[in-house]
């Protein structure tokens, strides 16, 4: 099997793997309040990333954790990890996944504003399609307003920023501890809501408290499963593959919790979809002014 066709099989497995998780989350946070669940699942996956870290002989937190690329990178996971849980709990599954799939086009946005990278005008004007995609399923006219929605755009530009400032975190750290970074993170987020949650803490039941452990060990196994992507084909053939999370999400959002998205959110998803496939595509292709 080529480097290619084993990064795409990994990124469709962890996309798969990353689809379960949040339908993992989203099924208990009805009973148990977000923030409490969310600490939970942040210390599951912790305790795994730091067992992977020990066995592999690192230390578990590198001291390039200060620089501040790496701080930055941690605010924005934050915010990502703490808006996306909370549009788990309170926004159907079908929308959250829908406005997660515009994180590749703000991470472009953002390489091209904030890192100097060239965008060609048709790479523009595909992202510009992509966030119009996001628009319709916001649709902000007065009586149609998704104000819940608002959320899991929050989360996806929080991703989008982590993803971006990973490119400039320092080579030195590895994939598990920047593991240990990201689930501690989740950690955090958890206890920011935790003064905000609609109900008191909790013992969760026992059913609760499995489906959140399952919940971390799936979601770090996704994780793994996306380092192995990325490092296994190019970037611009595997990334596209990021969006069969959405095929999978659509699916458990029917299947499991009886969402019927609207034409809306299905037109929306497809703009957002579509668009940044093309513009995944669009990178491989060299602009004319650097062609030699």
């Known amino acids: 099997m080529s480097g290619n066709a084993l990064g795409a099989l990994f990124m469709c497995v962890s996309m ?51 620089r501040p690329t790496l701080l930055i ?13 909370l549009a788990l709990a309170w926004t159907p599954l079908s929308v959250t996944s829908a406005i997660l799939q515009a994180a590749p086009l703000v991470v472009t946005a953002g390489a091209a504003l904030l890192l100097g990278e ?7 004007i595909a992202m510009a ?16 307003f998704r104000i819940d929605a608002l959320l899991a755009l929050a989360g996806m ?9 990973t490119r400039a975190s320092p080579p030195a750290v590895s994939a598990n501890q920047l593991g240990v970074i990201g689930c501690s993170v989740i950690i955090v987020a958890g206890l920011i809501m935790l003064p905000f949650d609609p ?35 190019e970037v611009s053939v595997v990334a596209p593959f990021r969006y069969s999370r959405l095929l999978v999400a659509l699916g458990f959002a029917y299947v499991f919790f009886g969402e019927r998205p ?31």
């Open 262 to 292: 609207d034409l809306w959110t299905l037109a929306g998803g497809l703009l957002i979809v579509t668009s940044g496939i093309y513009t995944l595509l669009r990178a491989r292709q060299p602009l004319p002014s650097q062609i030699t």
């Open 73 to 85: 990178r941690t605010f924005f996971e934050i915010m990502g990890r703490l808006f996306f849980a």
């Open 16 to 66: 798969f793997l990353f689809a379960v998780e949040d339908a993992l989350f989203k099924s208990v946070t009805p009973g148990l309040p977000p923030g409490e669940a969310t600490l939970i699942f942040g210390v599951t996956a912790t305790a795994i990333y730091i067992a992977l870290t020990l066995n592999a002989r690192e230390p578990v937190l590198h001291p390039a954790i200060l």
């Open 199 to 233: 109900a008191p803490p909790r013992m969760p039941e026992a059913g609760e408290l499995l489906r959140l452990v399952l919940t971390g060990s799936v979601g770090a196994a996704a994780y793994f499963a996306l380092t192995r992507a990325m490092r296994a084909g």
């Open 157 to 165: 530009v929080g991703f989008a920023m982590r993803d971006l400032f």
């Open 129 to 144: 399609i992509g966030f119009a995609g996001v628009i319709l399923i916001l649709r902000p006219t007065p009586d149609a």
């Open 118 to 124: 060239r965008v060609g005008p048709a790479r523009w």
